[in-house]
Structure formats: C-alpha cells, structure tokens
Antibody
Framework: EVQLVESGGGLVQPGGSLRLSCAAS????????MHWVRQAPGKGLVWVSR????????GYADSVKGRFTISRDDGKNTLYLQTNSLRAEDTAVYYC????????WGQGTTVTVSS | DIQMTQSPSSLSASVGDRVTITCRAS??????LAWFQQKPGKAPKRLIY???SLQSGVPSRFSGSGSGTEFTLTISSLQPEDFATYYC?????????FGQGTKVEIK
C-alpha cells in the first residue's frame, strides 16, 4: 500500500524550531518529487516547499523562505522539513505530498506556534 | 504566481442534484489541473488529474473538463458522502497554487 506518514509536529513557542518527517512506503520514493503543503485552522491549502528527485531543485513559498529547509533521505525513504524561527502564522496541519499533481497525501502533522 | 479563482466559495445542494464548481486560472495552464475533495479532519483526496482524468477508485459521477484557463468539476448526482470541501490545483507553473476551496453543504 502506498503510504506517507508524517511526524514531528507539536506545540512550540514563537521563534522555536521543529523538524517534520515523512516516512514513505509502498512506492519507489527516490523517483518522485515531493512537496509539503499546509493548512491553517479553518483555511485552505497552501503549498510550502518542494524537492526534486535528486535534491538539486528546491523551492519555497515566500512566506517560509529563509526559515524552512526541505530535504530528503532516499536511503531511509524519508522527506524532512526543518522549520526555524516559527511564527504564530505558521500554525497549521502540515501534509507531505507525492508528485507534481499531488496524487498521494499523508495524514498530516499539526504544528502549533504559541506562547 | 498563477492565481486560481474558484467559484462558488460555497453552495447548498440536495442529494441527487447536479453540482458544478469552476476554477479560473490567471494565465493558461494547459491541462495541468487537479481536483481534490477534503472532509473535516482528513487529508485531501485527489479526484481528477490532467483536468479530466478520473482517479482510480473515484465514482464516475465525478468528472472534470476544461483546458487553458477555465476548468470545471461536475458531480452528476450528489450523494450524502460528497458533502465536503473541494479544491483545484494548478501545477503547470511554479509555484503550484490552489483555489480557495468550495464547500458543498446539505440543503
């Protein structure tokens, strides 16, 4: 079964950091571009970041550029999102998503930034 | 960035109704558009890809059409399990962008 399982979310104070992980299984992870998409409470879907199959092409939404870092470990079939200098507006469910047309989604991990 | 304008933002419909949701792109995106369904507390689920291709396992009452700048998701006969929020996504141009969503509610 194709599956993406996120972890690493939690409650963090403004200015803090979290490392989100996404464990992939059931498909050849190394052959897919991967994305992070987030959804603030009661709001719509917002693309956050992407990484190419070889990790050489990386992109970020302007709202997280310079604070978030996406990476992947194909040996561990895992996608990461290092989130630094977190702000209240980063509070959201973060989804790991497969491929350009986003055909497979994880269940999401919740990040809450609050003092 | 390409703006995706989805309409309506919400609608009320009855079981059995035909429902149409539209997404307009601020510039041409060929057929690089997908539609998603999201239920409360759940991850989005892809329904349609390449504007009109039905995702495996998705009921045939869902269909997509359009190309360029105007796209439509149609539910031919609304079922109780279809009450949800629907989003479009363009992935033709970086960065990928979503419509703001359409909430389909029970009339």
């Amino acid at each position: 079964e194709v599956q993406l399982v996120e972890s690493g979310g939690g409650l963090v104070q403004p200015g803090g950091s979290l490392r989100l992980s996404c464990a992939a299984s059931g498909f050849t992870f190394s052959t897919y571009w991967m994305h992070w998409v987030r959804q603030a409470p009661g709001k719509g879907l917002v693309w956050v970041s992407r990484i190419s199959t070889d990790g050489s092409r990386i992109g970020y939404a302007d709202s997280v550029k310079g604070r978030f870092t996406i990476s992947r470990d194909d040996g561990k079939n895992t996608l990461y999102l290092q989130t630094n200098s977190l702000r209240a507006e980063d509070t959201a469910v973060y989804y790991c998503v497969r491929g350009s047309s986003m055909d497979v989604w994880g269940q999401g991990t919740t990040v809450t930034v609050s003092s | 960035d390409i703006q995706m304008t989805q309409s309506p933002s919400s609608l009320s419909a009855s079981v059995g109704d035909r429902v149409t949701i539209t997404c307009r792109a601020s510039q041409g995106i060929r057929h690089d558009l997908a539609w998603f369904q999201q239920k409360p507390g759940k991850a989005p689920k892809r329904l349609i890809y390449d504007a009109s291709s039905l995702q495996s396992g998705v009921p045939s009452r869902f269909s997509g059409s359009g190309s360029g700048t105007e796209f439509t998701l149609t539910i031919s006969s609304l079922q109780p399990e279809d009450f949800a929020t629907y989003y479009c996504l363009q992935h033709d141009s970086y960065p990928p962008t979503f419509g703001q969503g359409t909430k389909v509610e029970i009339k």
